[in-house]
Nanobody, 129 residues
Framework: QLQIVESGGGLVQPGGSLRLSCAASGGSLHYHAIGWFRQVPGKEREGVSCVISSNGDTYYGNSVKGRFTISRDNAKDTVYLQMNSLKPEDTAVYYC??????????????????????WGQGTQVTVSS
């Protein structure tokens, strides 16, 4: 059973940067679609980003385009979410999710045609002065 572990969250001032990491135990993230989500208490979960290495497809939510970058380090079997120019409204618990499929596109997950199979416990990101 694949277990997803996020790390890298914390407190940062507006305009600052953080890099979140998504790693796995009990298996590998290779040949998985990877998505990042965030959620604020009382609000719906928001899709932040997605990457599918087999076809190079990526996705960014409108609220993070141009500020966040998703990347994979296959040697370290880790997926990163580089977050720059952070704003207070980026404050949320960030979750990494993985699905053992490489034939779909990020839009398939964004539009709800498919669901990620594995989810992490989340890491808190707080943007505040």
């Amino acid at each position: 059973q694949l277990q997803i572990v996020e790390s890298g969250g914390g407190l940062v001032q507006p305009g600052g940067s953080l890099r979140l990491s998504c790693a796995a135990s009990g298996g590998s993230l290779h040949y998985h679609a990877i998505g990042w989500f965030r959620q604020v208490p009382g609000k719906e979960r928001e899709g932040v980003s997605c990457v599918i290495s087999s076809n190079g497809d990526t996705y960014y939510g409108n609220s993070v385009k141009g500020r966040f970058t998703i990347s994979r380090d296959n040697a370290k079997d880790t997926v990163y979410l580089q977050m720059n120019s952070l704003k207070p409204e980026d404050t949320a618990v960030y979750y990494c999710a993985a699905d053992p499929q490489t034939y779909y596109r990020c839009s398939d997950y964004v539009q709800g045609r498919y669901e990620y199979k594995y989810w992490g416990q989340g890491t808190q990101v707080t943007v505040s002065s």
